[in-house]
């Protein structure tokens, strides 16, 4: 999905009454955030990692843009498409967590460090930590079932590329301060959970659910199937099956044929991957590219498969 879908996404999110954020589940669920950074990163960088944490209102995109220095940003979404959290990490974080696992020494992050590939890809290491941080908690800790379920986008390495679009919307910034081995990151990571995701996990005292809901955008359909078009999905191409029973197969050796039908080779089945088992959608016969093997289509691929995405 890109920067640019993922901000009509932003854009369209609804808003919702709430009541005022339950100190106690919040103030929760933010430490339990804090102890589960700690121990991903401690077991990843192979070093004691303390992360204390502090959650505070905020606006955005107001607060994006008045940070000063370099960000990376990831947005954080859930299992309609709607935005839940924008996380916001320091590519000078980045940096020494690159240099550690290249084999050197940890530091304390430097001003110079800029927002360069690799750091950009160790940033999107620490999302992935963050999601699955994140999913152990609210399973744990959201008031309501089934709990939310996130996933991540690819970042931004500019707030305009990040917000693009944009309309201001109210969050709780959870900021994450790292220190380890006498070293400090003050501000490694910064959450901006929304307040509709904050309800979507019964956080707030007085949330009714489920209150983050898909954007009720006329083109949301065409949208939604855009996006599942570009979807990778696995194809296996079946030669032919033979039937046997336990007795033959536990007697099998190394060595041994299986006899396949005679049309086994023009009659090919493709089949897709699906919840309810492998689908075919259409046949084959063997062929060749140049040097290559490969599977010619004989008949189109199934529309009503198409059709059902």
Request: aromatic share 4%.
């Amino acid at each position: 999905m890109s920067s640019s879908q993922a901000s009509v996404l932003a854009r369209k999110i609804e808003s919702a009454k709430r009541g005022a954020p339950s100190a106690s589940g919040l103030s929760k669920f933010t430490s339990a955030v804090g102890k589960s950074f700690e121990e991903a990163m401690s077991s990843l960088l192979g070093e004691t990692v303390e992360a204390s944490t502090d959650c505070a209102n905020a606006a955005l995109p107001e607060a994006i843009i008045s940070e000063a220095g370099q960000r990376i940003y990831y947005w954080l979404l859930g299992d309609n498409g709607a935005p839940c959290a924008l996380a916001v990490l320091s590519p000078a974080f980045g940096a020494v967590l690159s240099e550690r696992l290249l084999g050197g020494d940890l530091r304390a992050p430097g001003e110079e460090d800029t927002s360069t590939l690799l750091e950009f890809q160790m940033a999107g290491v620490v999302a992935d930590l963050l999601l699955k941080t994140l999913s152990k908690v609210l399973e744990k800790q959201a008031q309501v079932l089934p709990a939310p379920v996130l996933s991540a986008k690819r970042g931004a390495r500019t707030p305009a590329e990040a917000l693009s679009g944009f309309e201001p919307v109210e969050t709780n910034c959870v900021t994450l301060r790292v220190s380890y081995d006498g070293n400090d990151a003050p501000r490694a990571v910064r959450l901006y959970f929304t307040d509709a995701f904050i309800d979507s996990a019964g956080l707030h005292a007085d949330s009714r659910v489920p209150l983050l809901s898909a954007p009720k955008d006329p083109n949301w359909p065409k949208k939604m199937r855009r996006n599942i078009l570009n979807t990778e999905i696995s194809l296996s191409a079946v030669l032919g099956r033979v039937k046997t029973n336990v007795g033959a197969l536990s007697r099998l050796e190394v060595g041994q044929v299986f006899d396949l039908d005679p049309d086994a080779l023009s009659g090919i089945e493709i089949s897709a991957s699906t919840d309810e088992g492998p689908a075919v959608i259409a046949r084959a016969r063997l062929g060749a590219v140049q040097s290559n093997k490969a599977v010619k289509l004989t008949t189109p691929i199934d529309a009503d498969f198409i059709a059902g995405l």
